[in-house]
């Protein structure tokens, strides 16, 4: 699909993103490196990747890369609380927006960057875990036509809610509970 183009503008003139003029408007806030790094064909493809192959957020597709970014991770990394809150949300409407563009729908579900640090003001929020340094989670898509996929978890439903199999003589058979490895029935007793 080809890439999808945000601007300052297209971003203000969205139902949520009006509601970030301030971020956009803050000199210190690197938002034009953002939509540069979002407004790329690669990223973009990436970040379908993410929710398509590896059943993850669209963020969890680019973050590492876009934390790398010298202009983001710097200002990130300041103590400032409110303002990098407002940023990592704008960063969330903008990715919603191209995400849409792109024919996806949000899911209604997070799914999770990392594992947050205990709070200390001394620092700026962060991560101690997790694949994200900065972000802690991320909105969850779907396809608007539907996704060529199913999901583990539909597919786990349906094999347990399938019925008994049969055997070749027509009687019901159970089915067999998983054998121990080899390896842990190799094992020796230690004394």
């Known amino acids: 699909m080809p890439k999808t183009r945000v601007t300052r503008s297209t971003f203000l003139d ?28 690669d990223r973009q493809r990436r970040m379908e990747e993410s929710e398509l192959h590896h059943d993850r957020s669209p963020l969890a597709g680019v973050v590492r890369e876009l934390e790398s970014q010298p202009a983001i991770d710097g ?28 024919g996806w729908r949000k ?45 583990v978890k539909e597919r786990c439903q349906e094999i347990n809610s399938a019925p008994p199999r049969q055997s070749g003589n027509g009687k019901k058979r159970a089915r067999k509970p998983r054998a121990a490895s080899s390896r842990s029935n190799a094992r020796a007793p230690s004394k």
């Open 14 to 41: 969205d139902r949520q993103g009006m509601k970030f003029a301030d971020v956009l408007t803050d000199p210190e806030q690197p938002f034009d490196t953002v939509l540069e790094f979002f407004n790329d064909e």
């Open 75 to 102: 200002f990130l990394s300041k103590v400032h609380a409110r303002r990098s809150m407002r940023l990592r949300q704008a960063i969330g409407v903008l990715v919603r927006m191209i995400m849409e563009q792109r």
């Open 107 to 151: 899911t209604g579900r997070k799914g999770s960057l990392g594992v947050r640090a205990a709070e200390d003001r001394r620092t700026p929020a962060h991560n101690t875990g997790g694949l994200a340094f900065w972000f802690v989670r991320a909105e969850r898509y779907e396809r608007t036509e539907g996704m060529p996929f199913r999901s």
